[in-house]
């Protein structure tokens, strides 16, 4: 048997080999931390980082400041970077093969890479010189690199260069997470309205009346419940639901908040941020420090950058800070076209017209390209035929030369909330709610991203444009968009809800608002005090009390009758409803079963709406409102008739609600004490190739701990979705501001910045929002 014993040695070693080698190629890719390197720069360019990876360039200008940040972002992030542009371009397929080719077919309808680069072409002159800065850091920054990054190793890829047009669809890239539900909310609003009475679509479709918080105070009534009879449509469930579960505003929830100074001790207003969005490995956001002589003096900006972007997104630049939420308004309309009989040709106010054809080829890796022929309208893509035979072209802000260019950066040399805001204005990026801060204490709000101007009939459902009733009229110029400027209250907030009313609202519309009862938890908070530090701002951040829920556990422990619990064995679901549902903690119980109970009660009542949606192609989820408010309104009222047909009372339903929401919790095994909240929502941080990877592509994630939070609260935090970084500052006292993202500046995994914000981030532990004493320094000098 010895030489089994020495084949088994042999295998060993070759393993041990062939680890060894792998760790030696890996370390070959990490990125220069320390030294000195000749590169494309005018003048010498310092790069620190601090023990936490948080970079700090110093340049002699604006441009090489942009190189240098794109050299560090193609070291450290470069695969990031890559899918955006691939992601936004309809490109995936050239790196991954043939199971991307699905998902490219979809995204190249939108010709982002074409409009990119006809975009790029008409920049000014220097956002253009900086975008070739950046673009030349990237790929000299790659190049330094001893070995290309270990995903391409993975990949058995090479990285392609980075062009120009690459930062203007990380942008795109963007749209598409931000606004990119493809009018299909629109086509399930025009579904339903088709099969229901107008008061009723009404009743269904409105604004929660208990959690509405906007800024100018305005409010949307509440819409009563018709007197006539429930659409029987929706009481009936002839076919089964395959995914029962409604909108609710799941995967929504960004914060932004903040205070005058008035009411702060150093008199500089406060700015809270936290942009909620994915959450993967390595995170959005890399943070930057960035310093450069101008005409004013020493320029600094600081905070957080978007790989692919020579920007700071967010932050401070000592005079201003300022920070983003989704807008969550309407930013597309669905245009029912008018065919010709052959469907060649499609019906305008000019009369017929032939659909433009565009030849588009997706290269694939490992297998011959794929050719796709693209119809467009005058007014955008054909959407993807439905189940009947109308078809629908798609009008969206993205498609238009106004959606991406580089204004954002003029922020960096603003110096008061109305400057700020008069920028904001003409910034080509997905149209977000902008709070600004500034060190003489006032705040602002206002809507960062361009704001077409609308004649549409119906802003919520497909309308016919063929005769001229329905058409854009071009863009809002910036005095024309809404904003507002030191309200008397001396707060303001948003929340990816309703924001403003009147005609603001006209201008703005609803693109799936959340229910409200996040931004009202914030209202309420900050009402609650008179003076404020960022420590308190912060708290508010991570503030995961559920009050929302509230109502719904009164709801509950009224099911709870003797007999029925008797019956079902329920006395300790009973005793942690009562004692741990106040918080989304991860050692509450009663937490996890209220929202449970919550969530199959909304799922049963509208059983049947989800029923027919589905059968027409659509989920709840298309719909624009969430249903938690015509559900309330149901609760309390029960008339009989609205009643679904399947249970015989009111408590019929509720207690099935318990019963079946508890049973889905245990799954039939699980211990009443195995159901805290934490066990439910335990992090999903992935890296995107970490199942490529055998035995050790876990490493790649950060842990599955248990997290805090959840919707309908401040602290928005689900598996795969939350708080993508914790922003507070006050502009000229940024020594006193945090900034934590959850995962690391590095996205290579042998790097000691790969998980360096994670621990703070999961802990409620403060990072400061300046970078700290540096550690590694690298010098670039000029090749020349």
């Not at 309407?330 to 017929?352: C, F, K, N, R």
């Not at 004692?579 to 969530?599: C, E, K, M, N």
């Not at 015989?648 to 099935?656: H, K, N, Y």
């Amino acid at each position: 048997m010895r030489w089994l014993k020495w084949i088994i040695a042999g295998l060993l070693l070759l393993a041990l080999v062939a680890m060894m080698t792998a760790y030696f190629v890996l370390r070959a890719s990490l990125p220069l931390y320390q030294g000195e390197v000749l590169v494309r720069v005018a003048d010498e360019v310092a790069i620190s980082r601090d023990h936490t990876g948080y970079v700090k360039i110093q340049a002699y200008s604006r441009q090489d400041a942009a190189y240098a940040l794109g050299f560090v972002h193609a070291q450290e992030r470069f695969f990031q970077m890559d899918l955006l542009r691939r992601n936004a371009a309809g490109e995936l397929a050239a790196l991954f093969g043939p199971r991307a080719i699905h998902a490219d077919i979809q995204l190249r309808q939108h010709r982002f890479r074409s409009r990119a680069s006809s975009i790029l072409h008409q920049l000014p002159l220097e956002q253009l010189q900086l975008l070739t800065a950046y673009t030349h850091g990237v790929n000299d920054g790659l190049s330094q690199l001893r070995v290309r990054p270990f995903e391409y190793l993975l990949l058995q890829s090479k990285p392609e260069p980075w062009r120009e047009e690459d930062s203007l669809l990380t942008i795109f890239s963007m749209y598409l997470e931000l606004q990119g539900k493809q009018g299909r909310d629109e086509l399930a609003m025009g579904a339903l309205a088709d099969a229901i009475p107008t008061g009723w679509l009404a009743f269904l479709q409105q604004h929660h009346p208990d959690y509405q918080a906007a800024i100018d105070g305005s409010s949307k009534p509440p819409v009563p419940m018709p007197r006539t009879s429930y659409p029987d449509i929706l009481r009936q469930q002839n076919l089964a639901c395959l995914d029962c579960s409604v909108k609710d505003s799941v995967d929504i929830g960004s914060n932004n908040f903040a205070v005058a100074g008035a009411i702060t001790a150093h008199g500089s207003a406060i700015l809270a941020d936290d942009m909620h969005l994915g959450i993967r490995v390595p995170a959005t956001w890399f943070k930057a420090d960035i310093h450069w002589p101008a005409a004013e003096g020493l320029q600094r900006v600081t905070g957080l950058t978007l790989p692919g972007a020579p920007a700071i997104v967010v932050g401070s630049n000592g005079h201003i800070a300022w920070g983003f939420t989704n807008s969550t308004a309407d930013w597309h309309d669905v245009i029912a076209l008018q065919l010709s009989e052959d469907g060649q040709q499609y019906l305008t106010p000019d009369g017929w017209q032939d659909f433009i054809w565009h030849h588009e080829v997706i290269e694939v890796k490992g297998q011959t390209a794929t050719q796709l022929q693209l119809k467009e309208t005058q007014w955008g893509p054909l959407l993807p035929a439905m189940t009947d035979e109308q078809r629908y072209a798609l009008r969206w802000v993205a498609y238009d030369s106004e959606a991406v260019n580089m204004q954002l950066m003029q922020l960096e040399a603003a110096r008061t909330v109305p400057q700020a805001l008069r920028i904001a204005a003409m910034a080509g990026i997905p149209a977000q709610n902008i709070l600004v801060a500034d060190s003489q204490g006032q705040i602002g709000w206002g809507i960062m991203g361009p704001i077409p101007k609308r004649q549409i009939s119906d802003w919520d459902k497909p309308q016919d444009w063929s005769n001229g009733d329905n058409s854009w009229l071009g863009y809002l110029e910036p005095a024309q968009q809404p904003q507002l400027i030191n309200p008397e209250l001396q707060r303001l907030w948003s929340a990816n809800a309703r924001v403003v009313g009147g005609s603001n609202y006209q201008l703005l519309g609803n693109g799936g608002y959340d229910m409200g009862a996040r931004g009202w938890q914030i209202q309420q908070r900050l009402l609650a005090q008179t003076q404020f530090t960022e420590q308190d701002l912060h708290a508010i951040q991570l503030d995961h009390q559920a009050k929302m829920l509230q109502p719904w556990r009164q709801l509950l422990l009224e099911q709870l009758t003797p007999e029925f619990i008797q019956l079902h064995q329920l006395h300790d679901y009973q005793q942690e409803v009562t004692a741990s549902s106040d918080y989304a903690a991860t050692d509450a119980i009663g937490y996890s079963l209220v929202r449970a109970f919550r969530q199959k009660t909304l799922e049963l009542l509208f059983a049947p709406l989800s029923a027919y949606l589905e059968s027409k192609g659509f989920r709840s989820h298309d719909l624009k409102y969430p249903l938690a408010a015509p559900a309330w309104q149901m609760l309390q009222q029960r008339r009989h008739d609205t009643l679904p047909a399947a249970f015989a009372s009111w408590d019929d339903l509720l207690q099935t609600a318990v019963v079946q929401s508890y049973s889905d919790l245990t799954r039939g095994q699980q211990e009443l004490s195995e159901l805290s909240w934490g066990e439910q929502n335990r992090a999903r941080f992935w890296h995107p190739l970490a199942s490529a990877v055998p035995f050790l592509g876990h490493y790649l994630n950060m842990p599955a701990d248990p997290l805090a939070g959840d919707s309908h609260m401040p602290r928005v935090q689900r598996p795969g979705f939350g708080q993508s970084q914790r922003m507070v500052v006050a502009p000229g006292f940024e020594q006193h501001g945090i900034l934590t993202v959850p995962a690391g500046q590095s996205g290579h995994p042998l790097s000691p910045f790969y998980r360096t914000d994670h621990r703070y981030w999961l802990h409620e532990q403060e990072l400061a929002f300046l970078p700290g004493p540096e550690k590694y320094h690298l010098l670039l000098r000029p090749a020349h």
